[in-house]
């Protein structure tokens, strides 16, 4: 790490050693206390409890679940769309934040593109759940075979695992390029088998001017390559409701409407996760009040945007007036009424009425309030997306009601608590943090003294 000197400047509190600075956005990596083990006990049994489901599914077979004629897509959906909207979170935060040059972003990186990394793996698993005959999920891939079969190419499924692929794949190599520095810290704080983990995964980094340089100029690369994929994998879930001739999905807005509530869903999980970390690791010196400002700001702004693009999508139901779409409509507003309230209040008037303000904006209990029912919200506005409009199809007879069995259940419950699990894994294995980042950004910030004068680091460079 010769880039920095690991020198104090002046007298600031901001100046400080660098091995001290390690130590604490490190503290993740500390061996576990006995509450890290129960954590991590009780997020293992729910994931053994989900797979015990599925595997009775598997035994059993459908049957077992509420799914039925005509609500073929129920709780597996509804949780496949709503991971994929949280694995937007290190994209709009990560790569965007960075091609724009905010130096905010800096220690909220690491979190947000592993947050992207779990939620489309975990969004990866339910495709497969719901094929039914799960055993045969290699046909999505559209390679030729000894009974020369091809998959169809018409087929939204097939259309989702190239999109999840190419995702898992771009967002793993996003998040393992910006820890490359880390991992070398990593490897020169450790000994025995984990310093030889950590050096082959640092791939022998020592810090030098053209490292650092071919590193910068990878990361940019990156993150404007890992955009459009992210927003086209979520405009291709949203093709797998639009293309079909199902009355309420069968609309132009549903592209750009999914990717601004995953966006929504995304931001609003970030700051959940930081108020998590911050409080877990005592990092409140490196998470500032400032950081969810910011962060407030973004999220306001999403949520004025999925606020608009909603009312774009009733008022096209409304304008247009055809009896199915107006019917599907009503079946939805009349037999969901008290969670589709709770989904206006909590995407659009809680959030506009709260994150106006830079004193709420601030408030940590405030913005772990609004995120997490932004987020619940979402989950609620997916489940009315796919649920109401299949159980009114075209014809009455083909009406229908649609209630998840404990098989749906225990398996939605156990994505909650294997993302959960990986995550806890991850901060004890990896650095939670982006150190290097912070460290630059620590070194920017400290002050030098000129003369009588303080002036910030990065101005005596310049002279």
Excluded at 103 to 119: N, Q, Y
Excluded at 190 to 206: E, P
Excluded at 447 to 458: H, N, Q, S, T, W
């Amino acid at each position: 790490m010769s880039e920095f000197s690991g020198q104090t400047h002046g007298d600031t509190p901001a100046a400080k050693s660098a091995a001290r600075l390690n130590d604490e956005m490190l503290s993740s990596m500390a061996p576990p206390t006995w509450r890290w083990y129960a954590l991590a006990f009780v997020l293992g049994a729910v994931v053994a409890w989900g797979l015990y489901a599925f595997s009775y599914m598997v035994a059993t077979d459908m049957s077992c679940t509420g799914l039925n004629r005509p609500v073929m897509w129920g709780l597996f959906i509804v949780s496949f769309v709503f991971w994929v909207g949280l694995s937007h979170s290190g994209t709009m935060v990560s790569a965007i934040l960075r091609l724009s040059r905010a130096e905010w972003r800096r220690p909220i990186l690491r979190a947000a593109e592993a947050m992207t990394v779990f939620s489309i793996t975990v969004a990866g698993l339910f495709p497969i759940i719901h094929l039914g005959r799960n055993w045969t999920f290699y046909y999505l891939i559209p390679y030729p075979n000894q009974r020369g079969l091809w998959p169809n190419f018409r087929s939204a499924l097939l259309w989702d695992a190239v999109a999840i692929t190419t995702y898992i794949i771009g967002s793993t190599l996003f998040l393992y390029l910006g820890m490359l520095p880390d991992l070398a810290i990593a490897r020169d704080r450790s000994s025995g088998w984990r310093r030889r983990v950590y050096a082959v995964l640092a791939m022998g980094w020592r810090g030098s001017a053209h490292e650092w340089s071919v590193y910068r100029k990878a990361s940019t690369l990156m993150a404007a390559l890992i955009i459009p994929v992210a927003v086209s994998v979520h405009s291709i879930v949203a093709f797998d409701f639009a293309v079909t001739l199902v009355p309420g999905w069968h609309s132009t807005i549903f592209p750009p409407y999914f990717v601004i509530g995953a966006i929504n869903s995304g931001v609003a999980a970030v700051i959940t996760l930081m108020i998590v970390i911050r409080k877990a690791f005592r990092l409140e010196e490196y998470l500032t009040p400032q950081h969810f400002d910011n962060m407030g700001k973004l999220l306001l702004v999403i949520s004025l945007l999925w606020s608009y693009a909603y009312f774009v999508e009733v008022n096209i139901t409304w304008y247009a007036h055809e009896p199915i779409e107006w019917e599907v409509f009503s079946f939805m507003a009349n037999r969901y009424t008290p969670i589709l309230a709770l989904m206006i209040l909590a995407n659009t008037v809680l959030p506009i009425s709260t994150l106006c303000f830079k004193r709420l904006r601030r408030s940590i209990g405030v913005m772990l309030t609004v995120s997490v029912l932004i987020n619940v919200a979402m989950f609620i506005e997916r489940y009315l997306i796919i649920v109401p409009t299949l159980s009114r199809k075209n014809m009455p007879f083909m009406w229908g009601s649609y209630f998840p069995s404990w098989v749906e259940i225990s398996i939605a419950v156990a994505a909650f608590a294997g993302f959960g699990l990986l995550y806890l894994l991850f901060a004890k294995w990896f650095p939670i943090m982006a150190v290097a980042d912070v460290r630059e950004l620590k070194e920017r910030e400290a002050e030098v003294r000129l003369g009588r004068a303080k002036l910030p680091a990065d101005v005596k460079d310049e002279l």
